[in-house]
């Protein structure tokens, strides 16, 4: 059974920075694309930051320049740097993983951790 364990959330002012880890167990084969999202109240779940296997990374315009993703690939870990955080940073903020378990591809999502940005 694979699981996606988040952690790092929390509460910060405005302008001040947060790491999110993910961390994906179990009996993986091998691990595509990881991701972050994030969900406000009243919103839709949007991507937030992507890196495939090979390094590649793309980001939203919303937080091009401040959000870093990175991963491990022995580890099977991704991470978030959220640096200069605004109010509208505030929300649940998901894992995904796209890997590889028992033959089967699919998709995986961790349960997600808070992140409040006040101001």
């Known amino acids: 059974q694979v699981q996606l364990v988040e952690s790092g959330g929390g509460l910060v002012q405005a302008g001040g920075s947060l790491t999110l880890i993910c961390a994906a167990s179990?009996?993986?084969?091998?691990?595509?694309?990881m991701a972050w999202y994030r969900q406000a109240p009243g919103k839709q779940r949007e991507l937030v930051a992507r890196?495939?296997?090979?390094?590649?990374?793309n980001y939203p315009d919303s937080v091009k320049g401040r959000f870093t993703i990175s991963r491990d690939n022995a580890k099977n870990t991704v991470y978030l740097q959220m640096n200069s955080l605004k109010p509208e940073d505030t929300a649940v903020y998901y894992c995904?993983?796209?890997?590889?378990?028992?033959?089967?591809?699919?998709?995986?999502w961790g349960q997600g951790t808070q992140v409040t940005v006040s101001s």
């Open positions: 890196i495939t296997s090979g390094g590649n990374t």
């Open positions: 179990g009996s993986i084969f091998s691990t595509n694309a």
């Open positions: 995904n993983a796209d890997l590889i378990s028992g033959y089967i591809r699919r998709n995986y």
